[in-house]
């Protein structure tokens, strides 16, 4: 099946920074999902991507879908203590069209901050 | 307005056990999926629901693994002789049929084999 890789599994920043990540793949894909997980909760959906070389922000995040089809990036400016968590890349598992289908996830990159 | 709820929050059971898990999605949302994360990994897509009947469930790791959602709202997944293997989150979401992918989550049941 397809995977999703995502890099880096963790980083240790200090608050205030910028921090980037991304996920890549072998396959292509029509939509690009970023997710953040707290401990003990669900994950909580963050920007979704729909279009080859699409720039999207939420806030301090800004997610880019590659323009290959085959990765996306997510950044987060000026982190601030409660960005700590877990961020996963997430595409369709199959391009139905139908707008409903289960998705595959990366294996998340752990966002550590340091005071 | 409510999001998604799952109970319930944790489970424990002994070896061939049999286990409900039951899932209630977002008001008016028509899809409905379970996914099983395992410690320090991503969640994994086990089955999805249009309605009704199960559109997808590609995912089910073998037969001990049935789910139903009988009136196309509540979700129920099953778990029959457990495993320890089978030890992880349960993790259940929902999106709006004409909504592309935006699935949204519940809290989890993590269950525990032992």
């Known amino acids: 099946g397809q995977q999703l890789n995502q890099s880096p599994q963790s980083m240790f920043i200090q608050e205030g920074e910028d921090v980037s990540m991304n996920c890549t793949s072998s396959?292509?894909?029509?939509?690009w999902l970023w997710y953040k997980q707290d401990p003990g909760e669900g994950p909580v959906l963050l920007i979704a991507?729909?279009?080859?070389?699409e720039l999207t922000s939420n806030g301090r995040l800004t997610a880019q879908f590659g323009i290959t089809r085959k990765d996306s990036f997510l950044n987060i400016s000026a982190s601030i203590p409660s960005d700590v968590g877990i961020y996963f890349c997430?595409?369709?598992?199959?391009?139905?069209?139908?707008?409903?289908?289960?998705?595959?996830f990366g294996k998340g990159t752990h966002l550590i901050i340091q005071p | 307005g409510a999001g998604v709820s799952q109970t319930p929050s944790n489970k424990v059971t002994e070896k061939g056990k049999y286990v409900e898990l039951r899932c209630d999605p977002i008001s008016g949302h028509t899809a409905l999926y379970w996914y099983r994360q395992s410690l320090g990994q991503g969640p994994e897509f086990l089955i999805y629901f249009q309605g009704t009947g199960a559109a997808d469930d590609s995912g089910l790791p073998n037969d001990r693994f049935f789910a139903v959602r009988p009136e196309g709202s509540v979700s129920t997944l099953k778990i029959q002789r457990t495993e320890r293997g089978d030890s992880a989150v349960y993790l259940c979401?929902?999106?709006?049929?004409?909504?592309?992918?935006?699935?949204?989550f519940g809290p989890g049941t993590r269950l525990t084999v032992t």
């Open positions: 396959s292509i894909f029509n939509t």
């Open positions: 991507l729909y279009k080859a070389g």
């Open positions: 997430a595409a369709p598992n199959r391009w139905s069209g139908g707008g409903a289908d289960g998705l595959t």
């Open positions: 979401a929902s999106s709006l049929r004409a909504g592309p992918y935006e699935q949204y």
